[in-house]
Antibody, heavy 116, light 107 residues
Framework: EVHLEESGGDLAQPGGSLRLSCAAS????????MSWVRQAPGTGLEWVST????????SYADSVKGRFTVSRDNSNYTLFLQMNSLRAEDAAIYYC?????????WGQGAPVTVSS | ENVLTQSPGTLSLSPGERATLSCRAS???????LAWYQQKPGQAPRLLIY???SRAAGIPARFSGTGSGTDFTLTISRVEPEDFAVYYC????????FGQGTKVEIK
């Protein structure tokens, strides 16, 4: 059974940084692209980033491009999202999901708060 | 950017009634790249429909997806108590764009 579990959600100051992790199990991690999707409080869903199975290709939403970096450690079945230069509008629940386009499997989400 | 607009914003129904949810795209999309998700409070979204009309694994037959071009519909033939939730459409042909959601609430 596929299981995704995010961690690293926390309170950060505007301009600060956070690193989210997503531990995966139940499937061959390196065979699948992985994505991050976020949901601001009381609002809808926004795709954030996707990384290929091999980790050599990544794409980002315009709203986070240049500030967020997605990466993965296939040996340890872990997905990461490095978030720099955080803004108030980045506050959200961040979900890891797979695969790349249609999101079949989701984690439970990691809450990120951005406030001074 | 292809904008997806869902209507109505809220749908008030009694159990057993039929639910019809609309998703309209600002540009024509292939139905092969249209999905629907269900989200309940405090939970992650759950994939219901992909490819416009294919049910995901474990999704009951009362959920169906139709449409083409710019107009797509999610239908719940007879709403069950567990179906009261928010529903999102998503286009995944290029960017992964979501609609703003339709809340199905108990009347």
């Amino acid at each position: 059974e596929v299981h995704l579990e995010e961690s690293g959600g926390d309170l950060a100051q505007p301009g600060g940084s956070l690193r989210l992790s997503c531990a995966a199990s139940g499937f061959t991690f390196s065979d699948y692209a992985m994505s991050w999707v976020r949901q601001a409080p009381g609002t809808g869903l926004e795709w954030v980033s996707t990384i290929s199975g091999g980790g050599d290709d990544a794409s980002y939403a315009d709203s986070v491009k240049g500030r967020f970096t997605v990466s993965r450690d296939n040996s340890n079945y872990t997905l990461f999202l490095q978030m720099n230069s955080l803004r108030a509008e980045d506050a959200a629940i961040y979900y890891c999901a797979t695969p790349a386009t249609v999101f079949v499997h989701w984690g439970q989400g990691a809450p990120v708060t951005v406030s001074s | 950017e292809n904008v997806l607009t869902q209507s109505p914003g809220t749908l008030s129904l009694s159990p057993g009634e039929r639910a019809t949810l609309s998703c309209r795209a600002s540009q024509s999309v292939s139905s092969s790249f249209l999905a629907w998700y269900q989200q309940k409070p405090g939970q992650a979204p759950r994939l219901l429909i992909y490819g416009g009309s294919s049910r995901a694994a474990g999704i009951p037959a009362r959920f169906s997806g139709t449409g083409s071009g710019t107009d797509f519909t999610l239908t719940i033939s007879r709403v069950e108590p567990e179906d009261f939730a928010v529903y999102y459409c998503q286009h995944y042909g290029g960017s992964r764009t979501f609609g703003q959601g339709t809340k199905v609430e108990i009347k």
